[in-house]
């Protein structure tokens, strides 16, 4: 998801890397949960965060999508996003306590925060958003031992990866416009079986398995028999909301 932000209304100012020391350290959250409450559709799911999901609870993307994670239209895109339920707008994960079940495998958006990433160039940077976070005196931490995933220079390379890939297929999606439609639905369904849909093996590396079904993405043309073919008729119906034109 995409914002217009001005760093110096949200951030203390700085650009930061991975191997940069920052005040993100929050004392484990001892019970706070304030930021896995009313977020909306905001916690965008990857495909990465989708394949440790599922090897850590042992639930495809279709159980998923019974009552854990939901399909938002985000930057005109399909995208899946943790859900949001009961009274407090809780995140589906959190227990009884106000503690993450899924801490171990939690999304990259949850171990991310209170950083944020700014894109530009092809790359990006990371930032501390300093009113996001209810715990004062944070202490500093090491940006790549905060978000804590294996393989972190993989990981980098994938979130970058999939950023520009679906920040360019979501401009491909409104140059269509509004005569256009079914070629949108067509890549936005396409892009949701290929990346979360269809599981990818926990047998074997998840980079390489990403990086050929981008490549074979950035060299798809698209047929017409997308539709119909795998995407079921609910999908298009329940799930596709054609992209506000601007």
């Known amino acids: 998801m995409e914002r217009e932000i001005d760093l110096k209304e949200i951030s203390d100012g700085k650009l930061y890397s991975s191997s940069d020391m920052v005040k993100a ?25 989708i394949y440790r999901l599922s090897t850590g609870t042992g639930l495809s993307f279709e159980d998923l999508l019974k009552g854990r994670i939901e399909l938002n239209m985000s930057d005109g895109l399909i995208l899946p996003n943790l859900k949001m339920a009961g009274e407090k707008e809780a995140c589906s994960f959190l227990n009884e306590e106000g503690r993450c079940s899924v801490h171990p495998f939690r999304p990259g958006f949850c171990r991310l925060f209170p950083l944020g990433r700014l894109y530009e160039n092809g790359s990006f940077q990371y ?87 981008l490549e074979e993405a950035n060299m798809q043309q698209l047929p017409k028999e997308f539709i119909g073919e795998w995407c079921a008729p609910f999908c298009l119906s329940v799930w596709w909301q054609p992209a506000a034109q601007e």
């Not at 304030?34 to 916690?43: H, L, R, V």
């Not at 994938?158 to 067509?186: L, T």
Request: glycine share 8%.
């Open 25 to 49: 350290d929050c004392g484990d959250c001892k019970g706070c949960s304030a930021c896995c409450q009313g977020m909306g559709s905001s916690i965008l799911l990857d495909p990465y965060d």
């Open 127 to 213: 930032f501390l958003q300093i009113h996001e976070c209810k715990k004062e005196n944070r202490t500093k931490v090491k940006v790549r031992k905060w978000i804590d995933v294996p393989d972190f220079g993989k990981y980098e390379k994938f979130v970058s990866d999939w950023h520009y890939f679906a920040k360019e297929m979501g401009q491909k999606i409104k140059s269509f416009g509004s005569e256009g439609q079914e070629k949108s639905k067509a890549l936005c369904l396409y892009i949701l079986k290929k990346f979360y849909m269809e599981p990818f093996d926990a047998s074997g590396d998840f980079y390489e398995q990403f990086n050929k079904r």
